[in-house]
Structures are given as structure tokens and as C-alpha cells.
């Protein structure tokens, strides 16, 4: 893919009317791998209606969340949201803020990242960010090697 290119989001197949899990609005950042490609993504949600845990990745629920990613959805859609694992998810009140911290640190890695957008400048600080970025990395250290 040349630079610009924007891809297309593959429609998901429209199924049958499910349940929604009424839950309560919690923002929070999460991290995921796909199996086949050892690689992840981060992303962060804010949401009334699918920010538990028990909705992501859920095809049980109506309500249940995937990615905004384009091209998660498009892998999703293609190979199911069991292609994909959920290394982790972080509830936090500033979960964007967490996010940028997160990708920006993390710039290192962008062989095994399918985010796009790094942040440049250096994000705001909290203190359990540098916990979080260290648990990530020590999970991803052994796939470098």
C-alpha cells in the first residue's frame, strides 16, 4: 500500500437482532494480537453502551465493540474476532491520554504494531503509565527475539 492510500472497511454481515448488555460508561484502553501475524494493536474506547469487558470482541451482544480501526474491522471481518487475543484492557479516566503515552513510547515497535498514528510530541504523564508500558513490554520482548 502506497502512502495515502486509504482502505475501504468491509461491511459486517448483518445477523439476527441480539441483547444489549446494559453497562455503565468507563473509558479504557485496550490491546490486542493477531495470532497469525504475532502482531498488535492499541486502541482506546469511550462508550455508555459497550465498554465492558464482557462486549469486546463479544459476538454475543448487539452492543459489543470490535475496533474503529479500519483495517481490524477488515481482519475481523475476513477471519472473526477469534483470529484476534485480548492481551489487555485498562480501564482509566484518561484513556487517550494513555493510549498517546502508550504509542508514542512505543514507536520502537512499529514492525509489530498495525497502528498507523504515533504521536510526535511527548504526552502527558501519569504514573501507572510507565507500569502499563513496561507490563507491554515485557509481553512483547519474546516475540522480538
Known amino acids: 500500500m502506497g502512502k495515502g492510500y486509504k482502505q475501504k472497511a468491509i461491511p459486517f454481515k448483518k445477523k439476527k437482532k441480539k441483547e444489549i448488555l ?56 475476513l477471519t472473526g474476532p477469534k483470529a484476534f487475543e485480548i492481551i489487555d484492557i485498562i480501564e482509566h479516566k484518561k484513556a487517550f491520554d494513555l493510549e498517546q503515552y502508550l504509542l508514542h513510547n512505543l514507536q520502537d515497535y512499529k514492525s509489530i504494531l498495525y ?15 510507565s507500569q502499563i508500558l513496561e507490563k507491554f513490554r515485557y509481553h512483547i520482548e519474546p516475540t522480538i527475539l
Do not use: D, W
Open 22 to 77: 446494559k453497562v455503565e460508561r468507563k473509558p479504557y484502553v485496550y490491546i490486542i494480537r493477531h495470532k497469525q501475524s504475532n502482531k498488535y494493536y492499541i486502541g482506546c474506547k469511550y462508550s455508555k453502551s459497550s465498554c465492558n469487558k464482557i462486549l469486546f470482541f463479544n459476538t454475543n451482544y448487539a452492543n459489543s465493540y470490535f475496533t474503529s480501526s479500519v483495517k481490524i474491522r477488515n481482519m475481523i471481518t
Open 115 to 129: 497502528n498507523r498514528n504515533f504521536p510526535k510530541k511527548k504526552q502527558s504523564f501519569h504514573p501507572e503509565f
